[in-house]
């Protein structure tokens, strides 16, 4: 996972907010499929918000969802959602990322993140067409992919997507 600068900012902003009550924070964490040193493919279709911030206590656990363990917030704590422009999540092409995944036969209801992962990876590893809701990237000479990312990122959301939700409370 990468904090992009304005990721940074948010998540400096919000420790203070935060600081000993209970509540969560959900985020979405786009997957970036990073080819060679200056290109990289951008999921700029939208995700869901994910748990990825809580209070490091017993009361916060993880249950078991239908295929993996999920953290949820308690009835009543608050929930704030990060801006989509926060951080991405790489994915290396040139590297087994679902050798460890048992089967690839995702459930419709629960697993299209998954699903659209898996395809997604494999169509750009196998130089497939470019698949619809992905955007090439290029970085600039002698800068690599990941930072040229983390310095355009933001802006990059911004354009993929007409809305762009603020840092507000999920109910």
Known sequence: MVLTPEGERVLRDLAWQLQGIDAAITMRRDP???????????????????????????????????DWELMLPRPGDPVTRLPNFACFELKWLDADEFGHWSYTDFKVEINDRKRREWELFHALREGASLPEGVERVQSPEGMHIIEHLRRTYGSLRREATTEVPAISPVR
């Not at 060679?36 to 993880?62: C, H, I, L």
């Open 32 to 66: 970036v499929y990073v080819e060679s040193e200056r290109v990289a493919y951008v999921d700029v279709v939208p995700g869901k918000a994910e748990p990825w911030g809580w209070r490091n206590s017993p009361a916060y656990t993880f249950s078991k969802a239908f």
